[in-house]
């Protein structure tokens, strides 16, 4: 049995087709990441699977039922942070919660049983009372997770859940989430921050342009798909520099006025800077993000 | 038809419980003083409209103008502030709610705003001794149906709005000109004919048509033919915003 199932997945707007034969499987009480650059088919992805919108071709079935005919018994069992807050600016914080639980026809008693728990979850307690106003942006995530917990669900879908938020902020919500993923939740979110994906999930996937272009363990796409070790070098007179550097390291790359080394040893590369003084350099593990950068490209996308 | 529509009609009501005054006083204040200024003011220098004073035939106009617009203003711009502003309705649509649902919640959550309206209206006419027979009373259902019909249409103006200034143009081309040709301030009866065809195809007329005499004291004449084309705008306007709402919310 899988949470989430989607199988050649495809949906166009007018001539742009933003989502391109995307497959996906996740597991029950697995934490899967969606990443990609802006544009890449996220949003338009989760949205799909949630039947909000109807593929153009494909299947998806979530929580054993097939979405989007069965769409809204499917999200009995759901929950959902979006990627823009979305709270009711005219209730308190406990208003939002009983009047999103009624939406699930969940009885006033029992939204009201589940509110304390809720609160402390969020990081709310004590706070039930106060406007959406007074909240800061952190708090104002916490409870739109909190929100869309009201109806204990099997699975969340979150869109980037932390854009925006400064580092304490950002920390607090991915603590909440490894505890949602013990208690046994599925998680499925989407991100730009590999950080957070390499953190937080058990298993991504890296679209880009309507495609899944990989897939696997944080630790598997790396070993997979790029070098171990990165060199990057600037400063003064690195054109010289990066000519030695392509006889030394398998793959060199220059961004600006900075050269990037991939390879598995790097120690000749670091041995060859000692003749240029001038050249500032870091040398560290590969990352999830030089995969992304790899895979997607370094173009700008707007 | 089922009754999910009911969680979205319950967060308005919600919404406006801790927004009464404002809300009171906005829908209500307005009509009201239109009502006792041109109906004394104008009334001085009429002797009688049909047999009855100006202020009573102008207050079962202004009785269905003030629904209409409380309807029209709640489905047209506080909906567009809920659906495109604050984004309430996808949030909504992550629960297992429908955009069929919120449009069905919507409309009635319009109504009823517009009914208290109107039959807040209707108490001070009492209260002023501008009606007497209790067939005054079956001007609250007919209020209703006035809302429902407005808000249905609003609702049509709302999905389909891109921004703001969309409504400024239903309410100066059809609103206006629907208030002045539909019976409110003199009898629709001494227009040119096609202007009164015109008004016999627009809901405000028939609405005027069931509470005026109600307000005379007597049963409207052609009841049904009049409750019939209020319907009728109620049931084409929830089928076509329901039709626009899906087409906004699945691109």
């Known amino acids: 049995m899988t949470a989430l199932l989607a199988r050649a997945l495809r949906k166009s707007y007018g001539e742009l087709e933003v989502v391109s034969g995307v497959d996906l499987s996740v597991a029950p009480g697995e934490c899967f990441g969606l990443l990609g650059p802006n544009g890449a088919g996220k949003t338009t992805t989760l949205k799909l699977c949630l039947g909000l919108i109807e593929p153009d071709g494909g299947a998806i079935e979530l929580l054993g039922e097939p979405v989007p005919r069965r769409a809204r018994e499917a999200r009995r069992q759901v929950g959902v942070v979006p990627q823009f807050d979305n709270l009711d600016p005219d209730f308190t914080v406990e208003e939002n919660l009983v009047v999103y639980g009624r939406y699930f026809r969940i009885p006033e008693s029992r939204i009201r049983e589940r509110i304390p728990g809720l609160l402390e979850f969020a990081g709310l307690a004590g706070r039930g009372d106060a406007k959406i106003i007074t909240l800061s942006g952190g708090m104002k995530r916490r409870l739109t997770l909190a929100r869309a917990l009201v109806n204990n669900p099997q699975l969340v879908f979150m869109d980037e859940p932390t854009t925006g938020l400064d580092p304490q902020a950002r920390h607090l919500i991915w603590e909440r989430l490894r505890r949602l993923t013990q208690e046994g939740k599925t998680l499925v979110l989407t991100t730009h921050f590999m950080e957070e994906a390499e953190r937080l999930c058990h298993r991504l996937a890296i679209m880009d342009r309507g495609r899944i272009i990989a897939q696997g363990t944080p630790r598997a796409l790396i070993a997979e798909h790029i070098e171990p070790q990165v060199l990057e070098v600037h400063g003064q007179g690195y054109e010289a520099w990066m000519e030695r550097a392509k006889t030394l390291a398998p793959r060199v790359e220059r961004v600006g006025d900075t050269v990037y080394c991939y390879g598995e040893d790097i120690e000749p590369l670091l041995r060859s800077l000692s003749s240029f003084p001038d050249l500032s350099y870091l040398h560290r593990p590969a990352s999830l993000e030089d995969v992304f950068l790899k895979l997607t490209g370094r173009d700008l996308r707007d | ?251």
């Open chain 2, 1 to 251: 038809m089922t009754l999910r529509w009911v969680s979205v009609w319950r967060r308005n009501m919600l919404v406006w419980r801790k927004l009464f005054a404002a809300a009171v006083l906005s829908n209500l204040a307005d009509p009201l003083i239109m009502l006792f200024g041109l109906g004394y003011g104008l009334g001085a220098l009429l002797p009688s409209v049909e047999g009855m004073s100006y202020i009573a035939f102008f207050a079962a106009g202004q009785l269905c103008t003030a629904t209409m617009f409380t309807a029209s203003f709640e489905s047209m711009f506080s909906g567009f502030s809920r659906m495109h502003g604050q984004k309430t309705w996808d949030a909504i649509l992550y629960a297992p709610l429908t955009i069929d649902d919120i449009v069905a919640g919507e409309i009635v959550w319009a109504a009823s705003k517009a009914w208290l309206t109107g039959s807040t209206i209707l108490g001070v006419v009492v209260v002023f001794g501008l009606a007497s027979s209790p067939w005054v009373l079956l001007a609250l259902p007919a209020a209703f149906l006035v809302g429902l019909a407005f808000s249905a249409v609003g609702l049509i103006m709302c999905v389909l709005a891109r921004g703001w200034d969309f409504f400024s143009y239903y309410m100066t081309l059809m609103m206006t000109p629907m208030m002045m040709i539909s019976g409110v301030f003199f009898p629709a009866e001494q227009l040119p004919a096609p202007l009164l065809a015109v008004a016999k195809a627009l809901p405000l007329y028939h609405g005027v048509q069931i509470v005026r005499p109600l307000v005379a004291g007597g049963p409207p004449p052609d009841l049904w033919l009049h409750a019939a084309v209020l319907l009728a705008y109620a049931a084409a306007g929830y089928v076509l915003a329901i039709h626009f709402a899906r087409r906004r919310f699945s691109s």
